[in-house]
């Protein structure tokens, strides 16, 4: 079934439509959320909030109108709003976790040095993936949020640069700004702090 | 340089671009293939990670998440949907009427501040408010009734509660009369003490914004 029909049944209050649609979109806003939070059980409650608040505001949304986009922009806002709680929750930790976690200032769920060998994140992620996730976010906590979500959203996601713009609500050329000025920042950051990523690969034969 | 542009966007086609000016060329389709295989292909991520280490990220690209992420969620959702149906109160809290919710708060904290510190200005809260502003309180004047306003117009003099009367014409009693003095702002009265020609006039100011 079309999305658009999907939608303008689950906005007639048809539950059964509802459920494809969260199931067609849940991944990847379950993906933007763990971008931004670093932790697949917010993201989890995230993808929760998400969807509850779709059902909500379904109603409002425009037909014909670009689903993609408003749905990960709702996505961002509540992940940010997770993000803060998670904050917040932080600095009234004691203070050996704060010691614990180092200087990476990164979100939570994150310390390079305390992966388990051999342990999988619940998103699947191989011991590598979690170690280059925990540098993306000790070093993306420099970033603007905008440069950081632009980034997030155009290499890490894949998306084109006019789909960023719409769910940042910018232009095209301020996308493709933010995600070069990023770029640079997080390469500067690897060279300075991690070397060992940067290295030039040996050539064989 | 003119690379190949057809066929799938294989380790061939990619690595031409991959140096310090190769990206830089490329349309945006084109770029965004070859992100999508840098993204899948460690190899030639590691020759474009010389001349911009930030392709390491690329790593992180969406993958097949665990089989059990997705347990109970529908159920939770659906439990979620039903609860938030009957709960009524939901439109109050946040943030479904934040933005009226806020203004209205701060609106009535500061009102309840500005009462806190400066009473006179709501009606029931000032000082005498209900109370002629001339009776003397204490001792056993307090028990004579204060003159009516009204009728203490008519006469331009106001008596004074425990003092005696104004006699007509100048004598030694002419002194006890409390007299309205016309005044712009606040109301002010006036009595005179002392006999004839020794007179000293003494004014009462009554303004009900002032709370000592």
Same mark, same amino acid.
């Given at each position: ?22 199931? +067609? ?42 689903? $993609? ?48 060998? $051999? ?56 996308? +493709? ?29 | ?22 990206? !830089? ?6 770029? !965004? ?11 030639? &991520? ?14 992180? &690209? ?15 959702? &659906? ?51 209900? &109370? ?57 009265? !006036? ?22």
């Amino acid at each position: 079934m079309d999305e658009q029909d999907l939608i303008g049944r689950s906005a007639a209050g048809d539950r059964e439509a509802f459920e494809e649609l969260v199931e +067609r979109r849940r991944e990847r806003v379950f993906w933007i959320a763990y971008h931004v939070v670093g932790d697949s059980e917010t993201a989890r409650d995230v993808v929760q909030e998400v969807f509850l608040r779709l059902h909500r505001s379904l109603r409002r949304f425009r037909s014909g109108g670009r689903f $993609g986009p408003w749905l990960y922009r709702i996505t961002l806002n509540l992940a940010i709003d997770a993000l803060r709680r998670e904050r917040a929750h932080r600095e009234t930790a004691s203070l050996d976790d704060v010691r614990e976690e180092g200087a990476g200032g990164g979100p939570p769920g994150f310390r390079v040095s305390n992966l388990p060998a $051999g342990a999988e994140s619940p998103a699947g992620e191989s011991l590598r993936r979690r170690e280059v996730r925990a540098i993306f976010a000790s070093l993306s906590a420099a970033l603007p949020p905008k440069q950081r979500f632009a980034f997030i959203l155009r290499e890490i996601e894949g998306m084109s640069t006019a789909e960023v713009a719409a769910i940042l609500r910018t232009s095209e050329s301020t996308v +493709r700004n933010h995600v070069l000025q990023a770029r640079r920042t997080l390469q500067e950051g690897l060279r300075r702090r991690y070397p060992e990523y940067c290295r030039p690969p040996i050539r064989q034969g | 340089m003119t690379p190949d542009t057809t066929g799938p966007f294989d380790c061939a086609r990619a690595r031409p671009w991959l140096g310090p000016a190769g990206v !830089r060329t490329l349309d945006e389709t084109t770029e !965004r293939q070859l992100r999508d295989h840098l993204a899948s292909c460690p190899a030639c &991520r590691e020759i474009a990670a010389a001349d911009d280490p930030a392709v390491l990220f690329l790593e992180l &690209r969406s993958g097949p998440l665990s089989p059990g992420i997705w347990d109970g969620f529908a159920e939770e959702l &659906r439990a979620r949907l039903t609860k938030r149906r009957t709960d009524w109160l939901a439109p109050l809290r946040y943030p479904a009427l934040a933005y009226v919710t806020a203004p209205v708060v701060t609106l009535l904290v500061l009102g309840a501040a500005l009462v806190a510190v400066r009473p006179g200005l709501v009606p029931w809260r000032r000082p005498g408010a209900a &109370r002629s502003p001339y009776v003397l309180p204490a001792g056993p004047a307090s028990q004579a009734r204060p003159a009516p306003r009204a009728e203490a117009a008519s006469s331009g003099t106001l008596p004074l509660a425990g003092v005696r009367p104004p006699a007509a014409g100048p004598g030694p009693g002419s002194g006890d009369a409390l007299e309205e003095v016309e005044s712009p702002g606040a109301r002010v009265y !006036r009595f005179n003490v002392g006999g004839p020609g020794d007179e000293t006039p003494i004014y009462f100011v009554v303004d009900d914004s002032i709370n000592i």
